[in-house]
Structure formats: structure tokens, C-alpha cells
């Protein structure tokens, strides 16, 4: 997505929950948090994915300038040592859409939306399917950019030693290959779910 694209993206979020000033200076500062140095995985490259995912797929949302919302806070907050950053970025939204004077239910609902992204749970609602569904399209991507994201999450966590790091991460990719389904909504399941579960297999056999 161009920068042209993203703040159309950015705008047409806010109008949709009836706030006339999407205030482009609280996009920017999400755009410089996704720019953080620590950062090797969570980035914009990141967000910018999820956003071209979610131009090509909103019509699937039910409040569609919510889910673009959650995208945009999502990974807003993101400390490496952390563990409660979804919390955290979750929060920043909520409170950031009341300043703005968006509707109380709908920040509560961006709240959740955020949330929903520890993946600890299976999604409830249309627009938690699609956020997560969007979220893990990394694991459905293609050959090349599947294993430049395995590289970037191990370089964003290559401060935990590999006996420790190694079997967690397989344990994760592990889980995810353990779903009935990775994907909820149908047609990103049909788009993504045969690739994911190809790259999750090659990766686990690989880190065995």
C-alpha cells in the first residue's frame, strides 16, 4: 500500500464510526511505534500487509472501520520482554477512539478486537474471524516471504537462547497446525489455509 493508500485507509476507519478528524498526527505516531528499532517482525511491513488485507477482504467485515481500527492498534504497543502488549496497544485504542468522541460500544468493541490478537482463544464474531484470520495471513504467504518472516521473528527474539526459543517457537507453529481450520473465513481459506499449512509443516520438520 502506498502512504496515499494507508491514510485513505486511516480516514475512512474514523468517518466510519462518525468522527469527522481522523487526526493524522495519532497516525503518524502509530506509524513511528511500528518503526521501533526492536522491532524485526511487527513493523510496518507488518501493518502494511494487514491493511492490503483488509482493503481486499472488507466486505466480509460487519463494522468495517472497527476492524480497520484494530489493525492500525493491534501491535501498536510492543516491548519484546513484554507479555502484555496486546493489553497495552488495546488499551491505547479504546482510550484514543474515546477522546475522539467514537461511540463508548465501539472503542469497547476495538478493545476486544485487540485482544483477540494473543490468539488464546478461538475468534467469536464475524469481525474477530477476519481480524485473526487477517493477522495470520503471514502464515499463509508465499515461500520466499514465509521464510523471511520465520528469520524476522527469531531476530526479534534473538535474546532468548535457542534451547529455549527454539522448541517454543516450534510449539507455536505447532498449534496453529493442530486447528481444525487456521483460517475462519471462507474465502481466506480458501486463499491461504493449503500454503500455511505447507510452510507451518516444512517449518516444523526443519527446527525437529
Known sequence: MTPAAMLAN???AWHALGVADADETLC??????????????HTMQHLVECLAWFER??????????VALALWFHDAIYDVHAHDNEAHSADW??????????????????HAL???????????????????????????????????YERQVHAEYAFVPDEIRLPRRRAILQHF????????????HALLEAQARANLARSIAASA
Open 28 to 41: 503518524i505516531e502509530l506509524q513511528r511505534r511500528y518503526s521501533e528499532p526492536q522491532r524485526r517482525y
Open 93 to 110: 485504542a479504546r482510550s484514543a477512539m474515546l477522546e475522539r468522541s467514537a461511540p463508548a460500544e465501539a472503542a469497547a468493541r476495538v
Open 114 to 148: 485487540v485482544m483477540a490478537t494473543r490468539h488464546d482463544a478461538v475468534p467469536q464474531g464475524r469481525d474477530a474471524e477476519l481480524l485473526i484470520d487477517i493477522d495470520l495471513s503471514i502464515l499463509g504467504a508465499d515461500r520466499a516471504r514465509f521464510d523471511e
Open 57 to 66: 477482504q472488507k466486505q466480509l467485515a460487519e463494522r468495517p472501520g472497527e
Open 177 to 188: 497446525m493442530a486447528r481444525e481450520a487456521i483460517y475462519t473465513t471462507p474465502p481466506m
Open 10 to 12: 486511516w480516514n475512512a
